[in-house]
């Protein structure tokens, strides 16, 4: 007879069973998570302490970062304790708590990106009113709304899922990820797995869609400038962006809406490293990379004499 009931614990995808090579991987996991936190408190720190930061493009990077934070804080600590203690367990509370603030996370990622895509479509659309609309208040409203919708998301995704009777523990992923939970479970997951489908992909194309619109604009916007210098300038805001923004939808897509049956477990771990880890550790490289004013606020880091003055 099949176990109708919630297990206790949940069991992950392991790397492998050899000792060495699983002290390997929990360095590996150390490298990427302490340069994913470097890069990410170093943004924040710029962006706190150097007042030419103070700015709304900036404040939402600041978000962002604190999301990418959280976002590789989720899973990956969590896979190197596993690895150095050499288990694979992890509690239904974890997990119910891994899965909710994962959705979080990526929704709050995906809903401040599509605040930042306005904001650039108003400074180079309409910069004489760039001041009126972007305001401080209004920036702070809308920070605070990503945050919100992606708590919602995460509520809606995590109630959704455990919400069901499972009949394996055996996940086939080194973390608690939604498709791999679902094929677990031995109740009637076709309204769930369909609610969960329709309301990630609603809020996703919105967001996409939605940015593509404002840099369609942009785009158009940028041409029409006629110093080269000028549309080098607001394109080196943009791209960095768009990269992010195409990085997460993309890799997203394929790790929820591929065949699960089709995929193996090299493909699964493959496509969760690309929209749950990389991120992080990218996205403050991306953006920092082609942008002076971080480079010279990261600079500055290492001169607190200047920041005293």
């Known amino acids: 007879m099949l176990n109708l009931t919630s297990p206790l614990e949940f069991l992950l995808l392991e790397f492998s069973d050899i000792r060495e090579l699983q002290i390997l991987h929990f360095f590996v996991f150390l490298t990427v998570y302490l340069t994913a ?6 943004i924040i720190i710029a962006v706190v302490l150097d007042h030419h930061l103070h700015t709304p493009m900036y404040f939402f990077l600041l978000n962002l970062a604190l999301m990418d934070l959280g976002l ?4 990956v600590p969590k896979a190197m304790a596993n690895a150095l203690l050499n288990t694979s367990s992890i509690s239904y509370p974890a997990c119910v708590a891994q899965v ?20 650039r479509y108003v400074a180079i659309c309409n910069p004489l009113q760039y001041e009126t609309i ?6 702070i409203e809308m920070a605070v709304s990503a945050w919100i919708a992606g708590t919602l998301n995460g509520i809606l995704n995590s109630g959704g899922t455990f919400g069901v009777t499972f009949c394996s523990s055996m996940i086939d992923q080194f973390f608690c990820e939604i498709p791999h939970l679902l094929k677990l479970s031995c109740s ?17 194309l919105g967001c996409f869609s939605f940015i593509i619109a404002s840099y369609m604009q942009i785009f158009a916007a940028v041409l029409k400038i006629p110093s080269a210098h000028g549309k080098k300038k607001a394109l080196s805001t943009c791209v960095p962006h768009l990269t992010v923004v195409s990085w997460l939808i993309f890799s997203s897509i394929f790790s929820y809406m591929k065949p699960q049956s089709d995929s193996s477990s090299g493909q699964n771990v ?7 880890i990389l991120p992080p550790v990218l996205n403050p490289f991306i953006y920092s990379m082609r942008n002076k004013e971080i ?3 990261l600079l500055k880091l290492f001169d607190w004499g200047h920041f005293s003055k």
């Open 188 to 204: 009637d997951m076709y309204f769930v797995e369909v609610g969960i489908i329709i309301l990630d992909s609603v809020l996703g």
């Open 295 to 297: 480079k010279n606020a």
């Open 37 to 42: 936190v470097t890069g990410n408190l170093l």
């Open 270 to 276: 493959l496509f969760a490293t690309l929209y749950a």
């Open 72 to 75: 590789v804080s989720v899973t």
């Open 134 to 139: 972007m305001h401080r208040g209004a920036c």
């Open 100 to 119: 909710f603030f994962l959705v979080l996370f990526e929704g709050a990622d995906m809903a401040i990106l599509t605040i930042m895509a306005r904001d």
